[in-house]
């Protein structure tokens, strides 16, 4: 089946622009995750959506970030006033409901985004 | 907070050599221990894993014991291929004291198999 999706893959902007960066998750999955990985680390967590509710946002850097989920499906990244340190891979992950010790996130392909 | 600390890269072995990356722990709860693989222009994916203390993941003829005593989840295979050539990440998650079930990455490390 359809894994997770990501769109665009490719966003170069302009510092001080809004950019949108968008998720796809799997279908049925409750669980969404959007995680940050700059270039010779590891994904850092960001905001987690248990349905269309932001149950755990405490990953994101500051007010410039803000992310939706409002039929519980399709998520959106939105970033405010573009940095150049916002430059990096954003990477969203999708899982069912979380139960137990037993589960997988499935990572889509990542949309990389360069501030000029 | 939880943290995960790799060995860094990158590892550049010849092929059929034996691997081994290490990761350490840290962590205040009882965390549940993963490795997932990059393979070049692909997405992360899980590799294998271990819920609880002495539990051997294995997948692909890797494996990892999650070692309580000396908070480790060592990766391991006994003969590498080209094909294994990847960034390789350890992570953890602590369910009992995060509900989110969110991962905590190392830094990666790069494996360069060589034919």
């Known amino acids: 089946g359809a894994g997770v999706s990501q769109t665009p893959s490719n966003k170069v902007t302009e510092k001080g622009k809004y950019v949108e960066l968008r998720c796809d998750p799997i279908?049925?999955?409750?669980?969404l995750y959007w995680y940050r990985q700059s270039l010779g680390q590891g994904p850092e967590f960001l905001i987690y959506?248990?349905?269309?509710?932001?149950?755990?946002d405490s990953g994101l850097p500051n007010d410039r970030f803000f992310a939706v989920r409002p039929e519980g499906s399709v998520s959106t990244l939105k970033i405010q006033r573009t940095e150049r340190g916002d430059s990096a891979v954003y990477l969203c992950?999708?899982?069912?409901?979380?139960?137990?010790?037993?589960?997988?996130?499935?990572f889509g392909p990542g949309t990389r985004l360069t501030v000029t | 907070g939880d943290s995960v600390t790799q060995m860094e890269g990158p590892v550049t072995l010849s092929e059929e050599a034996f691997l081994t990356i290490n990761c350490t722990y840290t962590a205040t709860g009882y965390p549940s221990l993963f490795w997932y693989v990059q393979y070049p222009g692909e997405g992360l994916q899980l590799l294998l894993k271990a819920t609880k203390a002495d539990d051997k993941g294995s997948n692909k003829g890797f494996e990892a014991t999650y070692r309580k005593e000396t908070t480790s989840f060592h990766l391991e295979k006994g003969s590498v291929q080209v094909s294994d050539s990847a960034v390789y990440f350890c992570?953890?998650?602590?369910?009992?004291?995060?509900?989110?079930?969110?991962?905590?990455f190392g830094s990666g490390t790069r494996l360069l198999v060589r034919p």
């Open positions: 992570a953890l998650s602590d369910p009992v004291r995060d509900s989110s079930y969110k991962l905590i």
């Open positions: 992950a999708s899982s069912p409901l979380p139960s137990g010790y037993s589960y997988e996130q499935y």
């Open positions: 279908s049925g999955h409750t669980a």
């Open positions: 959506f248990q349905g269309t509710g932001a149950a755990d």
